[in-house]
């Protein structure tokens, strides 16, 4: 079990497990970086996987068409044989540069890195759920009310109201129904966008008298010191409902917003962070930034361009992680080399 204070050391740090963040693992691994990668998100592939899955890209060098989740699903099989450790549902809080080159970096959970270079591949910033409009809900925001499940287990015998029409809402309706006291799903309309079998498992569960379906919308919470004890809800035919819960779980999608990243002491443009176009360093030697997030003349948003990005942005990496060492430039078709770290040769 790690413990809060325990630092976990690595090459390179990775914020964002975007296609981008993916791909520098793969990048690092030929020159023998290794990597840890954090994401605020349950999953990795940023906005492929998140905003949208199952929409085909068509400008992937080399690859006609793929998805979004498709295109996540190559990236995290291209990058197995370097075996990078996945820090999900986790925001990287604080950057701080302690030698040289070594950088302290931790996150919301708690965790402390040491690392010898910091890659920020954190796209257009961090998701962050979407607030409900119930008025005074912030006080009870990580203490009664939750826009994430991190451990299924802190739900266990408690009154749940999950709220939500999506994927997101049915598929913690179905996971947590057998381990709650009691769960009520709210949804302002009697239609859900969510996949058809979750809605039929949903449904199932409420004809067998299992949980409790609500069409309508939660306007006031009651409670003290963010300690909630029940939700109002106003049915569309009009009617009120007073609910007893222990904790309120909605799940309303998510914005992305720039979150930390600009408190990083860093030269930033427009949310943007600038970055050489020759080594994709930042204004602080030994941090780099790829993909989305950075900005230089004639910058394209394209994940092509991440990809050239993360490249060149290993040569540098390596050059500070071993600078006793002499880079030799090397094709995967034809350096065993490459080919034995890629498990092929
Ligand atoms: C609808 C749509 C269609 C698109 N179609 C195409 C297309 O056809 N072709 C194309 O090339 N591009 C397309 N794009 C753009 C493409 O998705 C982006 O260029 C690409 O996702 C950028 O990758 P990235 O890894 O830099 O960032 P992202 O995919 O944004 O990933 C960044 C990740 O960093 C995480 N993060 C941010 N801050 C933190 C933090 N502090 N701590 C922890 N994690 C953090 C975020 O949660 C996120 O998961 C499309 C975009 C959209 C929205």
Request: glycine share 10%; hydrophobic share 40%.
């Amino acid at each position: 079990m790690l413990t809060k204070t325990e630092v976990i050391t690595t090459d390179a740090l990775i914020i964002g497990a975007g296609p981008v963040g993916l791909f520098a693992v793969f990048e690092l691994g030929l020159l023998d970086m290794k990597s840890h990668l954090v994401d605020i998100l349950d999953k990795p592939g940023g906005q492929c996987a998140e905003l949208y899955p199952e929409k085909p890209i068509y400008d992937i060098p080399g690859i006609p068409e793929i998805s979004g989740q498709g295109l996540t699903t190559a990236l995290m099989e291209q990058i197995k044989p370097f075996h990078p450790t996945f820090h999900l549902g986790e925001m990287v809080e604080t950057v701080e540069k302690i030698g040289d080159p070594l950088f302290r970096c931790t996150t919301d959970a708690g965790k402390v890195f040491e690392c010898k270079v910091v890659v920020i591949a954190a796209g257009g910033g961090s998701f962050q759920p979407k607030r409900p409009p119930i008025q005074g809900i912030e006080p009870y925001e990580e203490k009664s009310v939750f826009y994430a499940v991190r451990k299924m287990d802190a739900f266990r015998g408690k009154r749940l109201l999950v709220v939500g029409g999506g994927d997101s809402a049915l598929d913690w309706t179905l996971n947590l129904q057998p381990i709650a006291q009691r769960l009520t799903l709210v949804h302002r309309r009697d239609e859900f966008r969510g996949a058809p079998d979750s809605v039929n498992k949903m449904r199932a569960l409420v004809a067998a008298g299992n949980m409790d379906l609500k069409i309508g919308q939660v306007t006031a919470l009651e409670g003290a010191e963010g300690v909630l004890s029940a939700c109002s809800i106003k049915g569309n035919d009009g009617s009120l409902a007073r609910i007893e819960v222990d904790c309120m779980l909605p799940f309303f999608g998510l914005t992305m917003k720039l979150g930390p990243v600009a408190d990083w002491g860093l030269k930033m443009e427009e949310e943007l962070i600038p970055a050489d176009t020759g080594t994709f360093e930042t204004s602080v030697p030994g941090l780099f930034a790829i993909g989305d997030i950075n900005s230089y003349p004639g910058k394209l948003k394209l994940i092509l361009s991440g990809f050239h990005e993360a490249a060149l942005m290993c040569q540098k990496a390596f050059k500070l992680c071993f600078p006793e060492q002499r880079l030799i430039f090397r094709y995967t078709t034809s350096s065993t080399d490459l080919q034995k770290k890629l498990g092929v040769a």
